[in-house]
């Protein structure tokens, strides 16, 4: 069973920057990033291998959303810049337990694991 647990978000004025983090037990496994609006369907932000080697990003967060991973301390990364209102949501952390070091996936069906979120608000 893996856990997740982030942490990092937070109230922050358009403009600014947040660094969500996830920390994860041990295993190997891709990660990935997705956030919730109120009303609105789940969506992927940014998903990442579980080497660090190839990543993906939503068109609406190339430029702007950065996620990375540290294996020695199982936690992944998502650096959010230039933050705009619209990006307030619930963000998720998400892994998927995986042969594949250098895959990354992007569906929210292919990941077995979730954390409980944590909510950034973008104020205008």
């Known amino acids: 069973q893996v856990q997740l647990v982030e942490s990092g978000g937070g109230l922050v004025q358009a403009g600014g920057s947040l660094r969500l983090s996830c920390a994860a037990s041990?295993?190997?496994?891709?990660m990935g990033w997705f956030r919730q609006a109120p009303g609105k369907e789940r969506e992927v932000v940014a998903a990442i291998s579980w080497s660090g080697g190839s990543t993906y990003y939503a068109d609406s967060m190339k430029g702007r959303f950065t996620i990375s991973r540290d294996n020695a301390k199982n936690t992944v990364y998502l650096q959010m810049n230039s933050l705009k209102p619209e990006d307030t949501a619930v963000y998720y952390c998400?892994?998927?337990?995986?042969?594949?070091?250098?895959?990354?996936?992007?569906?929210?069906?292919?990941?077995?694991?979730w954390g409980q979120g944590t909510q950034v608000t973008v104020s205008s």
């Open positions: 041990g295993g190997t496994y891709a």
């Open positions: 998400a892994a998927r337990l995986t042969y594949y070091t250098g895959n990354y996936y992007y569906k929210a069906n292919d990941f077995n694991y």
